[in-house]
Structure formats: C-alpha cells, structure tokens
C-alpha cells in the first residue's frame, strides 16, 4: 500500500502538469503547443502508471504486458498517421 503522503504529492503534481496544460492551451506558441501538451501528457501518464497502477514494484511479467500494450498503441498510432498522410 502507497503511504497517504505519496498519494497526495503525486494528487498535487498531476493537478500542477494540469495547469500546465490550461496554461499553454492560452498561450500562441505554435508547434511548441503540440509538443509541450504532449510532453505534459507524457510525464501524467507515467506518474499514473508507476504511482496509482504500481507499476514501479510489480512483477516482470505485469511491466512486459504493460510495454506490449503500449508498444500496440504506438503501432496503431503509426499505422493510422501513414495511412492519413499518403492520401
């Protein structure tokens, strides 16, 4: 069980990246807007993933499902992005 201090600290970071988030969603930054909130989206996932999904301690064969899973979602993002950019 993650201690109640954890909890609220990784509480707080996600409400911070959030803010992030509405932060540069006002500001006209241009490509930097795709990539930043990208970045932002990133760090949020892998405090949810290691923190509240116990990624961090969990067996060798839970991580190798979780990398497979997030290895398919980068497949199907590749293969939908190729097939949008050759029409």
């Known amino acids: ?3 109640a ?3 609220v600290m990784v509480w ?3 409400l911070v990246l959030l803010g992030l988030t509405l932060g540069t969603s006002f ?3 241009g490509v ?3 990539v930043s909130n990208l970045g932002i989206a990133v760090l ?3 405090l ?3 923190i509240f999904m116990r990624l961090l301690g ?3 064969v839970t991580r190798v499902i979780a990398g497979a899973g997030v290895f398919w979602l980068m497949l199907m993002v590749w293969l939908t992005l190729s097939d949008f950019l050759t029409r």
């Open 12 to 14: 707080i970071a996600l």
């Open 32 to 34: 930097l807007h795709a």
């Open 58 to 60: 969990a067996a060798d």
């Open 44 to 46: 949020k996932t892998l």
């Open 48 to 50: 949810i993933a290691s």
């Open 1 to 3: 069980m993650e201690r």
């Open 27 to 29: 500001a006209h930054i």
């Open 5 to 7: 201090s954890t909890l």
